[in-house]
């Protein structure tokens, strides 16, 4: 059974590079999925960031795709987000979770990622 | 850009029924919207409870149903319990566009 679990910097600094990475374990990176990353501001909705391909096909939310990398390391079976510029409004729980047959499951449990100086 | 509306809150008793609905800004929504409906509650991390309309995971309770309703989607619980007060969001995929978009939620309140 697949689980995800995400990773990175608690805090970043205004201007710069937010960097997380979801670790897949209980199955392959490489299968016929989409691996997504979804935030959530305190006290607000979700909102979807984008998603890789297990080939790495990319699409990303048109209000962040100026700012957004997404990519995948086959080898540590682990993908990444990569979101640059970040201001306050970028602090929230970043989530990743994995898309297959259309189905959102699983997700991680979330990190919780603060901008500020 | 896209828009998915939800009901912001809804109140109901227990063991009664109400439906959430989730509405796209381009029109009907369809099966190839592949809707996925999640519930979320404080502190914790969203969990999908019914995906592509109305298929239902093994977690999943019975109560919990999935449907197209009046050009929208539907989550309708029967038989309420308080542990279903909770955040609930749908998620719609546009096909066209190559993007996933959430609704705003609807906060459910068992009272």
């Known amino acids: 059974q697949v689980q995800l679990q995400e990773s990175g910097p608690g805090l970043v600094k205004p201007s710069g590079t937010l960097s997380l990475t979801c670790a897949v374990s209980g199955g392959s990176i490489t299968t016929s999925s989409w691996w997504s990353w979804v935030r959530q501001a305190p006290g607000k909705g979700l909102e979807w960031i984008g998603e890789i391909s297990h080939s790495g096909s990319t699409n990303y939310n048109p209000s962040l795709k100026s700012r957004v990398t997404i990519s995948v390391d086959k080898s540590k079976n682990q993908f990444s987000l990569r979101l640059n510029s970040v201001t306050v409004a970028d602090t929230a729980v970043y989530y990743c979770?994995?898309?297959?047959?259309?189905?959102?499951?699983?997700w991680g449990q979330g990190t919780l990622v603060t901008v500020s100086p | 850009q896209i828009v998915v509306t939800q009901e912001p809150s809804l109140t109901v008793s227990p063991g009664g029924t109400v439906t959430l609905t989730c509405a796209s800004s381009?029109?009907?929504?369809?099966?190839?919207?592949?809707p996925n409906w999640f519930q979320q509650k404080p502190g914790q991390a969203p969990r999908t409870l019914i995906y592509s309309i109305s298929k239902k995971h093994s977690w999943t309770p019975a109560r919990f149903s999935g449907s197209l309703l009046g050009g929208k989607a539907a989550l309708t619980l029967s038989g309420v319990q308080p542990e279903d007060e909770a955040e609930y969001y749908c998620?719609?995929?546009?096909?066209?566009?190559?993007?996933?978009?959430f609704g705003g939620g609807t906060k459910l309140t068992v009272l």
């Open positions: 998620l719609l995929y546009y096909g066209g566009v190559q993007l996933w978009v």
């Open positions: 979770a994995t898309v297959a047959a259309n189905s959102w499951t699983p």
């Open positions: 381009t029109g009907a929504v369809t099966s190839g919207h592949y």
